[in-house]
């Protein structure tokens, strides 16, 4: 699985967008990139995954480089509630390849009232 | 629906104890995973089950720690016997297949004594 980088941590104020940035300059072509979060002492909850096109949900928005290097995760208005620590993951999909999840240290996003 | 569900929330025990957690994964997933997650890091893959074999436990230490999922449905992770280092959140996942998101349980906070 690729290595990805995250800044240890970020600030966002209540009601505004928070982007999270994602590094994966070594994803090869089958590696999705994934998104979870955790909650304090909750367990790490999905979010949202992409390939190549930018995706969303209801949660969040992926945005994906088109040379895939790196992605940036938005939750476009942040409440309290999304203070979490944020991982981003690349996974491959395919037969005997990793389909394990492989969590870094992540992003601890603090939202401020 | 029910999400996957753990017990016990919490366990404390003194060194040289076993230990046994156990998981319910969402019906109808196929994939349950056991992960370990120290303070501060993100959560490390221990086992991964298709069914009820176990595809990837390369990382489970086996000389204290077992796991087994009979019947392809709910598992069990056991410690034995457990040490200070063993102090940890233990999470269960399960996803429809290996190639599918992941939903984790709220984990059991382990403390070795």
């Known amino acids: 699985d690729a290595k990805t980088t995250q800044p240890p941590s970020m600030d966002c104020a209540e009601g505004r967008a928070a982007n999270l940035p994602c590094n994966h300059s070594?994803?090869?072509?089958?590696?999705?990139v994934y998104w979870y979060r955790q909650i304090h002492s909750q367990g790490p909850q999905y979010i949202i995954h992409?390939?190549?096109n930018n995706e969303t949900n209801e949660m969040a928005s992926l945005i994906i480089t088109e040379d895939r290097k790196s992605s940036t995760l938005i939750l476009p208005h942040a409440t309290l509630r999304d203070t979490a620590v944020y991982y981003c993951?690349?996974?491959?999909?395919?037969?005997?390849?990793?389909?394990?999840?492989?969590f870094g240290k992540g992003t601890k996003l603090t939202v401020n009232p | 629906e029910a999400g996957v569900v753990q017990s016990p929330r919490y366990k404390i025990i003194e060194k040289k104890q076993p230990v046994a957690f156990w998981c319910n994964p969402i019906?109808?997933?196929?994939?349950l995973y056991w992960y370990l997650q120290n303070l501060g890091q993100g959560p490390e893959l221990l086992i991964r089950?298709?069914?009820?074999?176990?595809?990837?436990d390369s990382q489970l230490p086996k000389d204290r720690f077992s796991a087994e999922r009979l019947k392809g449905v709910d598992s069990t992770l056991k410690i034995q016997p457990a040490e200070l280092g063993d102090s940890a959140v233990y999470l269960c996942?399960?996803?429809?297949?290996?190639?599918?998101?992941?939903?984790f349980g709220q984990g059991t906070r382990l403390t070795v004594v």
């Open positions: 993951i690349a996974r491959s999909p395919n037969q005997g390849g990793s389909e394990k999840l492989v």
């Open positions: 992409g390939l190549k």
């Open positions: 996942a399960s996803s429809l297949s290996s190639r599918s998101e992941a939903f």
């Open positions: 089950y298709e069914n009820e074999e176990a595809v990837d």
């Open positions: 070594t994803i090869s072509g089958n590696e999705y």
């Open positions: 019906s109808g997933h196929n994939t």
